[in-house]
């Protein structure tokens, strides 16, 4: 079953037909300030981002792999030349 929304004026049967009502207004919207203030909204929310649990898994691993000094490392001109390399056996 569908999500039903409800807003001050409409009710959404999901969430795509809010999506796309909310362009419509978007693309006929001539009020600079709220045009800018959704574009704050938009920034904070791609900055702002949640970890699923296995990505927070992940991180902690390797976390305590640096920590342990089991990581190793190469330079900038070494990753260079493996990928030249690389890229020379496969032609």
């Known amino acids: 079953m569908k999500n039903v929304i409800f807003t001050k004026n409409k009710v ?3 969430i795509q037909a809010l999506k ?5 207004w978007l693309t006929e919207l001539r009020d600079e300030s709220m045009l800018r203030k959704l574009e704050v909204l938009k920034k ?8 699923s649990p296995a990505q927070k898994k992940e991180l902690d691993r390797r976390l305590k792999k640096y920590d342990s ?6 330079s900038w ?7 030249r390399n690389r ?5």
């Not at 796309?20 to 419509?24: F, R």
């Not at 904070?44 to 970890?51: P, V, Y």
């Not at 890229?87 to 032609?91: F, G, Q, S």
């Open 12 to 14: 959404y049967m999901d």
């Open 20 to 24: 796309i009502d909310l362009i419509h």
């Open 44 to 51: 904070e929310q791609e900055e702002s981002f949640e970890l």
């Open 69 to 74: 000094g089991q990581m190793q490392f190469s």
């Open 77 to 83: 001109d070494a990753v260079k030349k493996r990928i």
């Open 87 to 91: 890229a020379k056996d496969e032609i």
